[in-house]
């Protein structure tokens, strides 16, 4: 049985890869780098540093860490300052009326995100009170496709990997669910045609209809 639903922040409940995507252009702009959508399709779920590594995979020079450490540092502050502009209607639709319903339904849920942006973008969506816990990049050492975050998430809930869903649209936040013990759902982005993915949905309220099928909670 499922017990607590894990959500994923960006992509999710949220849109903040627009924000990321100009700030990944920026730096690469500044190195003399490409930087598409295509390429920022890849940063999706996976960390600061490691989105740095894509943006820097065709650069011909070799950056020390602390080069590298600095050019992560430009992004998020590029980043933070477009994050500015988040308000409580960036809330994907369908996604507020979802977890008070999960709620009312006595299923747990949780955040469980890559971001160390994590509780100010929550803030901003007026939603940092809306969870029972929040894992994010401020909690783990190793980002998605390690399960470390909804492991995280699982253990500040208190309920057993085995009976929480992963909401994700990630492929490495699919992998990551499924590393976990976890349901995982995709809602959007490249999780849709993880043929790992349990199960895929085009909508929050689809989260629901499950929570329907099976009674007070999703099994
Ligand atoms: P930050 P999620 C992820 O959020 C983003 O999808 C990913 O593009 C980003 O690199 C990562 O957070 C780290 O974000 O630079 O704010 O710490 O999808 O796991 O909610
Ligand atoms: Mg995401």
Not at 18 to 43: Q, T
Not at 78 to 89: D, E, F, M, Q
Request: with cysteine; proline share 4%.
């Amino acid at each position: 049985m499922i017990r607590a639903i894990i959500f994923d922040l960006d992509g999710v409940i949220c849109s903040t890869d627009d924000y990321h995507f100009e700030a990944w252009k920026a730096l690469a702009d500044s190195l003399g780098l490409s930087f598409d959508r295509k390429k920022n399709d890849r940063l999706r779920g996976v960390s600061r540093m490691a989105s740095l590594e894509i943006v820097l995979e065709e650069s011909q020079i070799s950056y020390t860490p602390e080069e590298k450490q600095a050019m992560a540092e430009k992004e998020n502050e590029i980043y933070k300052a477009l994050l500015c502009n988040v308000r409580p209607s960036d809330c994907f639709p369908g996604v507020r009326e979802t977890l008070q319903a999960l709620k009312d339904r006595e299923v747990k849920i949780a955040i469980g995100s890559s971001s160390k942006n994590t509780k100010n973008i929550l803030t901003r969506l007026e939603l940092i009170d809306a969870f029972d816990a929040i894992a994010d990049g401020t909690d783990v050492t190793h980002s998605k496709p390690d399960p470390e975050v909804f492991l995280c998430a699982a253990g500040k809930l208190g309920i057993s990997p085995s009976e929480c869903a992963v909401v994700e649209d990630a492929s490495a936040g699919i992998q990551a669910a499924k590393a976990a013990g976890m349901l995982a759902v995709a809602f959007g982005g490249d999780a849709c045609t993880d043929p790992r993915a349990d199960v895929v949905i085009t909508k929050p309220q689809q989260l629901l209809d499950l929570a329907n099928v099976c009674g007070d909670a999703i099994c």
